[in-house]
């Protein structure tokens, strides 16, 4: 889903399932566009005033340091970008315990160095020059989380690759529409790999049986039963449930882009 108009069901949208994917042009409009899509969402979500406040600050720190910081990648057809602007990521995650993730990425390198935010309280704006404390701060304070990897674009004429920086907050419950139950192992495998299609990620192989399901990619194997897929993460076995398959292929496009730029990296010393 693409466009800067606000329409009154963006949250049932994002309840749905699917991930609310907007460009944000560069111009001074970007940053309250960006904003009032995150308040409406947040609002339908049943978040709390101050929540959405919380929410609708990150999103102005995180636009306007896309806008300031993204690489400038675009790519330009009869003079208007028709690739590589920045873009405003919304959708929900986890059953038991649901959060709202605002993302927001643009074409700028991502770094493979560790990022933190010291407990002094000092600014940390000199990573690439993006302020993540105000960020890292609130979420905290709202009992949520953020972070930041190497992604790819969702909107536009090219799959750009850069960098997504986000922030989840936790939302009431329940939240999320009903979702099926029982989900055949091939269909759960086919929709993730048609997510990573759409993102530009290629040679996947996949294989179906009644009760199991596998895709593999370049370095990684994504296991599918009994409602869950799992992999081997950097820190372990990964394994997430069938509803948040946006999730699953964000994670999965994350860890293969890691890799890739880790490989680059060796290879040039």
């Known amino acids: 889903m693409s466009g800067m108009g606000v ?6 949208a994002v309840r749905s399932g699917a991930c609310l994917a907007t460009a944000l042009p560069v111009s001074a409009e970007s940053v309250s566009h960006a904003r009032l899509r995150v308040r409406t969402v947040a609002r339908g979500l049943g978040l709390t005033p101050e929540r959405v406040d919380d929410l609708v600050v ?8 896309a806008l300031t910081h993204g690489g400038g990648r675009m790519v330009h057809h009869a003079g208007h ?14 059953s038991r315990r649901p959060e709202l993730v605002v993302t927001v990425f643009d074409t700028g390198d991502f770094w493979v160095q560790p990022v933190s935010v010291p407990a002094n309280g000092l600014d940390v704006a000199g990573v690439d020059g ?19 990897h190497p992604s790819r674009s969702r909107l536009g004429e090219q799959r750009l690759k850069g960098t997504a920086v986000w922030v989840a907050l936790p939302v009431p419950e329940p939240v ?13 495998i086919r929709r993730l790999a048609e997510l990573l299609q759409a993102r530009g990620v290629g040679d ?8 199991e399901a596998v895709l593999s990619l370049s370095g990684l194997t994504v296991w599918f039963g009994r409602g869950t897929y799992s992999w081997q ?37």
Do not use: F
């Open 7 to 12: 329409a009154p069901d963006v949250s049932a």
């Open 58 to 65: 990150v999103t102005a720190e995180l636009t306007t340091n």
């Open 81 to 94: 970008p028709v690739a590589g602007l920045p873009e405003l990521w919304l959708y929900v995650r986890g």
């Open 130 to 148: 993006r302020g993540l404390q105000i960020i890292a701060a609130l979420a905290e304070e709202a009992g949520g989380g953020w972070g930041l």
């Open 176 to 188: 999320r529409a009903p979702a099926l139950v029982e989900v055949s192992p091939a269909k759960a």
């Open 204 to 211: 996947l192989i996949t294989r179906a049986c009644e009760h």
């Open 233 to 269: 993460g950097a820190a372990g076995r990964v394994r997430v449930a069938v509803a948040d398959v946006v999730d699953v292929a964000e994670q999965i496009l994350a860890q293969t882009e890691l890799a890739r730029r880790r490989s680059e990296m060796e290879g040039s010393c």
